[in-house]
C-alpha cells in the first residue's frame, strides 16, 4: 500500500507540473495564454509549451496573414513552423478545444515565388488533433510546384489526428522524413491546383490527398482510418519512398477530378510505389514493399490500386475496387539494372489475397498488368472459377454515403456501401493473412460481415 501511495503521489506530481495553453481567435499573443486571456497563435504557444503540456486551440476561423509567416527558407515559406519536440512519455499536444472547431484560413498567404507550407513540423512526439485546414495557396505559376497544409520533415513518432484538409491548391499530408508516424482518421478533399505551370497545373499535378515519401531510415510511418477524394492528382501516394509504406482502412474515391468531374491529374487511388525516372545508382539498395489492407477505392479516374511502376511487389489484402478504370493495376519495372529500370513490364513478386473487384469501367480490367507466374493471387473474386461476383452481393452501391459524418471519435463512419448483405458469396471465402476476422474465415474486401 506504501509502494501505491507513492506511487500516485509520484504520478499526481508530473501531472501537476504539465501546463496547459489556449488559443483563441480573439486572443493576443502578449497574453499569458490563460483561458481567460488567451494566446493568438500556435506559433506563439509552441515557444512557451514543454514536454508534456497540451495547447487547446478554440473554434473559430484563423485568418492567417503573410506577416505570420514563421520563417523563410530557400523556395519554402513556412507560416508555422513546429520544431519543439516532446518525449516519449511527455508529448506536446496541439488539440482542437472540446466539442469546437477551430480553422484556419491561409487564402490570404500568396508570397511571391515560395511554396507555401501551412504546418511544417520537424519537432517528435507531438499529438495534432481536430484542426481544419482551408484554402492553402500555389503562387509559383512558371513551373511544377506544389505547397503542403501538414509536412512532417523529420518529427518521429507523431501522431496527426482528425484533420480536415480541403478546398486548397495544396496537397493535403506529405511526409519526407521521420519514424513511427500514425496519420490517423484524417480527411484531405477538393485540393486542386490551378495555378502553376503557366496556369492550369498540369492540369492539377502533385496535388494528392495524402504523399508518404519516407527518406531512408523513415520507417514504420502508418496511414489508418484516412479518407482522400477530389484531389486532382492521386488519392495516397508513396512514390519515391525508401522505406515500406502501410495504408489501413483507408478510403479513396473520385481522384483525378475537381468539382464537376472535371478531369484533371493522374487519378489513382492509391499509388503504391515507384521511383520515376530517377537513375539506377539513386534507387534504394533494398527496394521497400508496401502494404495496403482493407482499404476501399472508388471511381478514381485511372487505377483504385495501382504500383506504379514498381521494382518490387506488394501486399494487397482485404480491400474493395469499384468502378475504377482499372480496379487493380500491378505494373512493375523489369528490374534495377541500367537496361531495365525505366522498361515498364507486368507485375511481379506481388500478393494479392482477399480482395474484391466489382465493376471497373473497362470489364475486362479487375486485374491488369500482373505476370500469374511471379505473382500470389488466390482467394479474391476476380481470377476465380468459383465465384461470380454482382449487384446483388452488396447492401448498397449508393457512394453518397462516403462522405457520411465520421463518429464522434474520429473513426470511419459506419455505411452499408460495398458492405455484404447475408448470403453473399463473397462470405468466408478467404484466408487467414492476420488480420482480424469473424466466422470460419475471411470475408471478401474491407469490410468483414457481423456474425
Known amino acids: 500500500m506504501k509502494f501505491i501511495a507513492v506511487f500516485i503521489g509520484l504520478l499526481s506530481c508530473a501531472v501537476s507540473h504539465a501546463s496547459v495553453f489556449y488559443v483563441a481567435t480573439n486572443g493576443n499573443d502578449a497574453n499569458p495564454g490563460t483561458k481567460e486571456k488567451p494566446l493568438q497563435s500556435i506559433q506563439k504557444a509552441q515557444s512557451l509549451v514543454s514536454a508534456g503540456d497540451t495547447v487547446y486551440i478554440r473554434g473559430g476561423t484563423y485568418m492567417m496573414q503573410e506577416s505570420q509567416i514563421a520563417t523563410y527558407t530557400r523556395i519554402w515559406a513556412y507560416v508555422i513552423l513546429l520544431d519543439k519536440s516532446g518525449t516519449e512519455n511527455k508529448r506536446i499536444n496541439y488539440w482542437a478545444y472540446p466539442d469546437e472547431k477551430p480553422v484556419f484560413d491561409f487564402s490570404n498567404i500568396k ?3 515560395y511554396r507555401v507550407h501551412a504546418f511544417e513540423v520537424t519537432g517528435s512526439w507531438l499529438h495534432f488533433k481536430g484542426l481544419e485546414v482551408v484554402g492553402v495557396q500555389v503562387t509559383i505559376t512558371n513551373v511544377n510546384t506544389q505547397s503542403i497544409c501538414f509536412s512532417n520533415d523529420g518529427g518521429s513518432n507523431n501522431i496527426y489526428e482528425q484533420l480536415n484538409m480541403h478546398d486548397g491548391q495544396a496537397i493535403g499530408f506529405f511526409l519526407t522524413a521521420g519514424s513511427n508516424n500514425l496519420i490517423l482518421n484524417c480527411d484531405a478533399y477538393r485540393n486542386y491546383d490551378y495555378v502553376s505551370q503557366g496556369g492550369g497545373g498540369r492540369n492539377g499535378g502533385n496535388v494528392d490527398g495524402f504523399g508518404n515519401h519516407p527518406s531512408a531510415g523513415s520507417v514504420n510511418n502508418v496511414f ?10 492521386d488519392g495516397y ?7 515500406s509504406t502501410v495504408f489501413e482502412n483507408c478510403w479513396a474515391f473520385y481522384n483525378g477530378y475537381s468539382v464537376g468531374f472535371i478531369s484533371r491529374a493522374d487519378g489513382n487511388g492509391f499509388k503504391a510505389g515507384g521511383y520515376g525516372a530517377r537513375a539506377p545508382n539513386l534507387l534504394p539498395p533494398v527496394i521497400p514493399r508496401n502494404s495496403i489492407r482493407n482499404c476501399l ?5 485511372a487505377n483504385g490500386f495501382y504500383s506504379n511502376h514498381h521494382l518490387n511487389g506488394s501486399d494487397w489484402f482485404n480491400n474493395t475496387a469499384y468502378q475504377n478504370g482499372s480496379n487493380y493495376n500491378m505494373l512493375n519495372r523489369k528490374g534495377k539494372l541500367e537496361t531495365e529500370y525505366l522498361v515498364d513490364g507486368p507485375g511481379y513478386d506481388h500478393v494479392l489475397k482477399n480482395n474484391i473487384s466489382f465493376s471497373p469501367r473497362s470489364a475486362s480490367n479487375d486485374i491488369t498488368n500482373y505476370d500469374p507466374a511471379r505473382c500470389t493471387i488466390e482467394y479474391n473474386s476476380f481470377l476465380n472459377n468459383e465465384i461470380r461476383i454482382s449487384k446483388e452481393d452488396f447492401i448498397s452501391l449508393d457512394t453518397s454515403l462516403l462522405t457520411a459524418p465520421r463518429k464522434p471519435d474520429g473513426s470511419l463512419p459506419d455505411i452499408d456501401f460495398m458492405r455484404l448483405k447475408p448470403g453473399s458469396v463473397l462470405i468466408d471465402k478467404g484466408v487467414n493473412v492476420g488480420l482480424p476476422f469473424k466466422g470460419k474465415a475471411p470475408d471478401l474486401g474491407c469490410f468483414e460481415v457481423m456474425k
Open 111 to 113: 508570397p511571391a515565388n
Open 224 to 233: 489508418r482510418g484516412c479518407r482522400a477524394w477530389l484531389n486532382s492528382d
Open 237 to 243: 501516394d508513396c512514390i519515391s519512398a525508401f522505406e
Open 297 to 301: 477505392s472508388v471511381m478514381n479516374k
